[in-house]
């Protein structure tokens, strides 16, 4: 049997790529509940107003995902064999401890396509988690833990890792591998709108979005906590949204009541809101809103120009000597 990796808050060097490739046992799927437990029963509640939800007409996202749900019959199904059953097994302990997240364990090394967990222990003792989307779990967990990385991709989730004592991940789900014909698989005929589902519903059974998502998503007379789940979320953009050409809606988080997200949004963190991403051919420069460069016409760069230049002549000429002009050098911005 295959050594299970743990989930650990290991230095980033340990998932840099090497010459072993990890493949997960994802040729077998896992099967299909034939009796599900509570923890299963309210996920599938969660899942079917979901996929009811974006073939709704009315819905934004029904263009983008509503024939491709109705093409696939037992998409939900097959959503649920994608889950790792160490997932159902946390949620039913209902045990939201730091030791419990690590039971979900799973190959952080595996290089496809994967739905995880982050697992933040802040530095105000609160437990918070986060649920992303790859196409490489091995790339993806090397930047999340690469300092410059968080540095260069400013997000609440990276302020809280900032922020933190310990961090650990989980895998939740694993897609199969598209190279072995899984393409007549259901729903792997679009796996960006796979992973873009999955991240979803794992967004909402950890509940790691913020309360106006939840409201919004979950069934009616679901909770909007419950056992495992009580932790700090952060996720803020809505993952139905990720590879979409228009604009995400974003969230006024102003009376959010995490000191930590209070914290990120008024103390002039670098948010991608704020920021203007400017490109050059040697160096990226960013600015942050009210630094930004001032534009000068052109002929009044001449005309400024020229009097500079005028006025060096005049005081190093000395009663009509001629005056030498000083060499400009270029100055180099490194």
Not at 85 to 111: A, C, H, M
Not at 200 to 226: C, N, V, Y
Request: hydrophobic residues 35%; positive net charge; proline residues 6%.
């Amino acid at each position: 049997m295959a050594r299970t990796q743990e989930p650990t808050s290991a230095s980033p060097a340990s998932f840099r790529r090497s010459s072993t490739s990890h493949h997960p046992h994802n040729a077998n799927m896992n099967p299909y509940p034939g009796e599900m437990t509570p923890a299963q029963q309210e996920a599938q509640s969660i899942l079917v107003h979901i996929l009811q939800k974006l073939q709704d007409p009315e819905s934004k996202y029904s263009k983008k995902y509503a024939k491709w749900i109705e093409r696939h019959a037992n998409l939900d199904e097959f959503l649920f064999c994608c889950v790792r059953p160490e997932v159902w097994r946390y949620l039913q302990s209902g045990n939201g401890s730091l030791d419990s997240l690590k039971t979900i364990g799973g190959d952080l090394k595996f290089e496809g396509r994967a739905v995880y967990l982050n697992g933040v222990l802040g530095l105000d003792k609160r437990i918070r988690t986060y649920v992303g989307q790859t196409n490489s779990l091995r790339t993806r967990v090397y930047q999340h833990l690469n300092f410059r990385y968080r540095r260069d991709n400013p997000s609440f989730h990276y302020h809280a890792l900032q922020n933190s004592t310990f961090n650990i991940f989980g895998v939740l789900a694993v897609l199969p591998s598209s190279n072995l014909g899984n393409h007549a698989l259901p729903g792997m005929d679009c796996p960006d709108l796979m992973l873009n589902v999955l991240e979803m519903w794992s967004s909402l059974i950890f509940r790691t979005l913020q309360e106006d998502t939840l409201r919004a998503w979950l069934p009616e007379g679901t909770k909007l906590r419950s056992k495992g789940t009580e932790h700090g979320p952060l996720n803020i953009a809505v993952p139905l949204d990720q590879g979409s050409k228009s604009v995400r809606e974003w969230l006024d988080l102003s009376k959010s009541e995490d000191p930590l997200l209070v914290e990120y949004i008024g103390h002039g963190e670098r948010k991608k809101s704020q920021v203007q991403y400017v490109e050059k051919k040697t160096k990226d420069v960013s600015y942050a809103s009210g630094d930004r460069p001032v534009e000068v016409p052109l002929g009044t760069m001449i005309v400024f120009g020229t009097a500079i230049f005028l006025g060096i002549m005049l005081l190093r000429g000395g009663g009509g000597r001629p005056a030498s002009v000083p060499t400009l050098k270029p100055q180099w911005r490194w």
